[in-house]
């Protein structure tokens, strides 16, 4: 086992069940012309930033509109129903807090952009609970690509390899694979389907007593 320093969190489908808040999104942005969201696209989107995820679409259903047009719809429409959709995974808050307990930074990489992020985070308050926060916008190269992650290492001033990366996706866990740091992958129902074979480790939560047993940390109690 490496010695970790340090915990990078995914946002998407690993902080938040934002998934399934996606699907509505795809498929209310499809259904306006004419078009499915089909398991098989969403599932060809995931894990992707917003430009390959969105440019796919387009080629998926031959669609006129460019990439720009139809990522501001999709934004508008993901902001309208977080209120009444946004949930926090299970063991999220108790996995926070244990970290906390334990003195191990932590930060969020995510595909997401910063306007999302900061509208996904301020309706739990847990923004200042991270180091830094990262996103599509901070990278050159989106996910499956290892910046995003070999730059989490470097603004932390740890070697990638001593890096926890939390993941739900192929994608994710490829890109943090390749920056060389310790993978975990937390499949949901939306990716338990994916190709993990890269990760260091796979796991059932973030609950999993397997996640804490590798940082060294001790369960705190669950609210």
């Given at each position: 086992?490496?010695?970790?320093?340090?915990?990078?969190?995914?946002?998407?489908?690993?902080?938040?069940?934002?998934?399934?808040?996606?699907?509505?999104?795809?498929?209310?942005l499809?259904?306006?012309?004419?078009?499915?969201?089909?398991?098989?696209?969403?599932?060809?989107?995931?894990?992707?930033?917003?430009?390959?995820?969105?440019?796919?679409?387009?080629?998926?259903?031959?669609?006129?509109?460019?990439?720009?047009?139809?990522?501001?719809?999709?934004?508008?429409?993901?902001?309208?129903?977080?209120?009444?959709?946004?949930v926090?995974?299970?063991g999220?808050?108790?996995?926070?807090?244990?970290l906390?307990?334990?003195?191990?930074?932590?930060?969020?990489?995510?595909?997401?952009?910063?306007?999302?992020?900061?509208e996904?985070?301020?309706?739990?308050?847990?923004?200042?609970?991270?180091?830094?926060?990262?996103?599509?916008?901070?990278?050159?190269?989106?996910?499956?690509?290892?910046?995003?992650?070999?730059?989490?290492?470097?603004?932390?001033?740890?070697?990638?390899e001593?890096?926890?990366?939390l993941?739900?996706?192929?994608?994710?866990?490829?890109?943090?694979?390749?920056?060389?740091?310790?993978?975990?992958?937390?499949?949901?129902?939306?990716?338990?389907?994916?190709?993990?074979?890269?990760?260091?480790?796979?796991?059932?939560?973030?609950?999993?007593?397997?996640l804490?047993?590798?940082?060294?940390?001790?369960?705190?109690?669950?609210?």
């Amino acid at each position: 086992m490496p010695v970790l320093h340090a915990v990078v969190f995914d946002m998407d489908g690993l902080m938040f069940d934002t998934e399934q808040v996606y699907t509505r999104v795809g498929t209310e942005l499809l259904r306006r012309r004419g078009c499915l969201f089909t398991p098989e696209l969403k599932d060809a989107m995931m894990g992707l930033p917003a430009r390959p995820s969105i440019e796919m679409m387009i080629r998926w259903h031959h669609l006129k509109e460019t990439w720009t047009e139809l990522a501001a719809e999709s934004d508008r429409i993901f902001v309208g129903l977080l209120d009444e959709h946004l949930v926090a995974m299970p063991g999220l808050v108790e996995l926070l807090d244990a970290l906390e307990a334990g003195g191990i930074p932590k930060a969020i990489a995510t595909s997401t952009n910063r306007r999302l992020v900061g509208e996904v985070l301020r309706r739990f308050d847990i923004g200042a609970r991270f180091q830094f926060i990262l996103t599509a916008d901070d990278v050159t190269h989106g996910k499956p690509d290892p910046e995003i992650y070999l730059t989490a290492a470097q603004r932390f001033g740890v070697k990638p390899e001593e890096t926890l990366v939390l993941e739900d996706s192929h994608n994710g866990c490829l890109a943090a694979a390749r920056a060389g740091a310790f993978a975990v992958a937390v499949p949901g129902a939306h990716s338990s389907t994916h190709d993990f074979s890269v990760a260091s480790l796979v796991v059932d939560s973030l609950r999993d007593p397997r996640l804490y047993e590798v940082l060294g940390i001790v369960p705190g109690r669950e609210r």
